[in-house]
């Protein structure tokens, strides 16, 4: 079963507005980190944004908010604004246990987001 | 610059032929880790290395080795590679602050097997 599923392959959003990637994730263990990472066309990859399980209030950074539900189980990712830069492949992962157990982090298939003018 | 830097970047080479790609990082992070990146599957982790002499397989690790023998370098050997190989790999290194343990990527490396 997957462990982290991004159901929108791809995704148009205007320039200036907001766009919602969407992210699930399935776990049983009540401790986990969740990240969204940015990969552009370029290749590498850019950390974004982290929300922990136990954290109280959805993280924000910049123009990137991540919309927690945790009874839900899901992790989306809101880009405010959206600007031609914004153009890129994202990723949504998790890592379960806690924080200093490696490093391992699992990642959902991507949403390639196109921004247009 | 904190960074973490891969060689090569691109490298074509034919099946069965050893091939190791380096992975350094100058930020001192205990932890490193390699990942393979193919469409439509997003990134598998394939080892991963807690500290020096401490490394375990990650979700795909099969056909691939590696070894921490200094804390800031954590080379991948293929030591007969595949055409299934055929990838994007990325290293990553990490630490944990404040209770978050984010992970810094390397460019990549774009790898072909023939």
């Known amino acids: 079963a997957q462990k982290i599923t991004q159901t929108q392959p791809g995704m148009f959003v205007q320039e200036k507005e907001a766009v919602t990637l969407d992210c699930t994730y399935d776990t049983s263990d009540p401790s986990y980190g969740l990240f969204w990472y940015k990969q552009p066309s370029s290749g590498e990859m850019i950390f974004l944004i982290y929300?922990?399980?136990?954290?109280?209030q959805n993280a924000t950074e910049g123009r990137y908010s991540l919309n927690f539900q945790k009874a839900r189980k899901s992790a989306n990712l809101v880009i405010s604004a959206s600007q031609l830069g914004d153009s890129a492949m994202y990723f949504c992962a998790m890592r379960e246990g806690r924080y200093n157990q490696g490093g391992k982090l699992i990642f959902g298939q991507g949403t390639e987001l196109s921004v247009k003018p | 610059e904190a960074q973490v830097t891969q060689n090569p970047r691109y490298l074509i080479t034919v099946t069965g032929k050893k091939l190791t790609v380096t992975c350094s990082q100058n930020m001192n992070h205990e932890y490193m880790s390699w990942y393979r990146q193919d469409p439509g599957l997003g990134l598998r982790q394939i080892y991963y290395?807690?500290?020096?002499?401490?490394?375990d397989k990650g979700d795909v690790p099969e056909g691939y080795k590696v070894s921490r023998k200094e804390k800031r370098n954590f080379p991948l050997i293929l030591e007969s590679p595949s055409p299934n190989q055929t990838s994007l790999y990325f290293c990553a290194s990490s630490f944990v602050a404040g209770a978050i343990d984010t992970q810094y990527f390397g460019p990549g490396t774009r790898l072909t097997v023939l």
């Open positions: 290395s807690m500290n020096v002499e401490a490394t």
């Open positions: 929300q922990g399980s136990y954290d109280q």
